[in-house]
Nanobody, 124 residues
Framework: QVQLVESGGGLVQAGDSLRLSCAAS????????MGWFRQAPGKEREFVAT????????YYSDSVKGRFTISRDNARDTVYLQMNKLRPEDTAVYYC?????????????????WGQGTQVTVSS
């Protein structure tokens, strides 16, 4: 059983930065690809970013590419999402997910475990 705990959300202004963290337990972390997804009110969950188990492969949605950076610290069993130049349209609950594979994926159904989510609100 993998447990994921997100933190770092909050209320910021447009143009500000935030860093989300997701601490994992219960599985060899380097064997686990991780992803960040988000869900805004009234919208479907959407993919944001993913990273492979070794940390040397990443993939981003077009909407965040160049502004967000996903990274991981396998010694700390933690994945991060550095979010810069935030926009009001980035407002959502952000979830981290864990795969039963070290290969990254942008597909939500490929993720077996999910955290409880952390709210990010960007005011204009």
């Amino acid at each position: 059983q993998v447990q994921l705990v997100e933190s770092g959300g909050g209320l910021v202004q447009a143009g500000d930065s935030l860093r989300l963290s997701c601490a994992a337990s219960g599985r060899t972390f380097s064997d686990t690809a991780m992803g960040w997804f988000r869900q805004a009110p009234g919208k479907e969950r959407e993919f944001v970013a993913t990273i492979n188990g070794g940390g040397d492969g990443t993939y981003y949605s077009d909407s965040v590419k160049g502004r967000f950076t996903i990274s991981r610290d396998n010694a700390r069993d933690t994945v991060y999402l550095q979010m810069n130049k935030l926009r009001p349209e980035d407002t959502a609950v952000y979830y981290c997910g864990a795969r039963l594979s070290p290969r990254w994926s942008s597909i939500g159904n490929d993720y077996y475990y999910w955290g409880q989510g952390t709210q990010v609100t960007v005011s204009s």
